[in-house]
């Protein structure tokens, strides 16, 4: 993806609309520009560097909102920076593989001749690798197409498995340290490549049809509305969203996700406890569903 040039600064704040991709000094100069990966209704993701070129990192950015009061904006956006880097910073401490937080300014700049300022931003670590509902996706759709009408096969499910078990251990050891992430998906969870990385090949040794290695570890990612919890009700309604988020994006390997809650309920006191309450959750959940 080709990195776009960043608009004037001031024109951007005093014109109607928002311009697409705004960002604040120091990163308008740039060398190489930011590439703007994916965007949010809160925040811009981009790639760029930490201090060499040769050192990838992430920056979160987000933007004024010229529809909010500058003084409220200003405090939401502080708020927001700073709540996701302490809740970074504390997984991180507590052994929870996520992103390491590099940099951040919660204040931005302000915009010569207007009170609003630029808005906030966060350096993070570049995770190598790729999300599990990816990678996932293009295993299972590889498997599919070299295995049309037959069943997955013992290998298969051992590799599966151990992918789910990782999974649910990720999560369980962030649920004991007291955090709930809030957006748990698949999205969310990157599967860091193994350094080096193992070469696939399929049975005919072509590297081409190869399924994507399920190998790695699994960070956990994206912590915008993450929360820092010890109620059982929090941490199963986190369990809630990843179920339902992993059986609308993955329905062929929907069974699968049991596999997740049996290395959830085995890794960490209380996690049983969590499991009976996500049973509740799942009823109330279904009572709205007949409800409309």
């Not at 500058?70 to 700073?82: K, V, W």
């Not at 369990?239 to 890794?267: C, D, I, M, N, W």
Request: charged letters at 25%; glycine letters at 8%.
């Amino acid at each position: 993806m080709e990195p776009a040039t960043p608009p004037n600064l001031a024109e951007a704040v005093h014109s109607n609309r928002p311009p697409p991709h705004i960002l604040p000094p120091p990163f308008t100069n740039s060398d190489p520009q930011p590439i703007l990966l994916t965007q949010g209704a809160e925040a811009l993701i981009f790639r760029t560097h930490f201090l060499t070129t040769d050192r990838p990192c992430i920056l979160k950015y987000r933007p004024s909102k010229p529809y909010r009061h500058p003084t409220l904006d200003a405090r939401l956006t502080r708020h927001r920076i700073l709540s996701e880097a302490r809740t970074l910073v504390r997984c991180r401490r507590e052994g929870v593989n996520v992103p390491a937080v590099l940099s951040l300014n919660w204040e931005g700049c302000t915009i010569e001749g207007n009170e609003r300022r630029s808005g906030g931003w966060m350096m993070m670590e570049w995770i190598e690798g790729d999300t599990v509902k990816r990678v996932l996706n293009e295993w299972l759709k590889v498997k599919s197409r070299d295995g049309a009408g037959h069943d997955r096969t013992k290998e298969d499910d051992v590799q599966l498995i151990d992918l789910m078990v990782r999974v649910g251990k990720a999560v369980g050891r962030m649920h004991e340290i007291g955090v709930v992430h809030g957006d748990l998906t698949t999205s969310n969870l990157m599967l860091r490549s193994p350094d080096p990385p193992p070469v696939a090949k399929d049975v005919n040794g072509d590297l081409s049809s190869a399924r994507p290695s399920l190998e790695g570890i699994i960070v956990l990612i994206d912590f915008g509305l993450a929360t820092q919890s010890i109620q059982d009700e929090d941490k199963a309604v986190d369990l809630y969203v990843l179920e339902r988020a992993f059986g609308s994006t993955h329905p062929t390997a929907e069974s699968l996700f049991q596999e997740v809650l049996k290395a959830y309920g085995t890794s960490y006191r209380g996690a049983n406890v969590v499991l009976k309450r996500l049973e509740e959750v799942r009823m109330r959940g279904r009572k709205r569903s007949m409800l409309g």
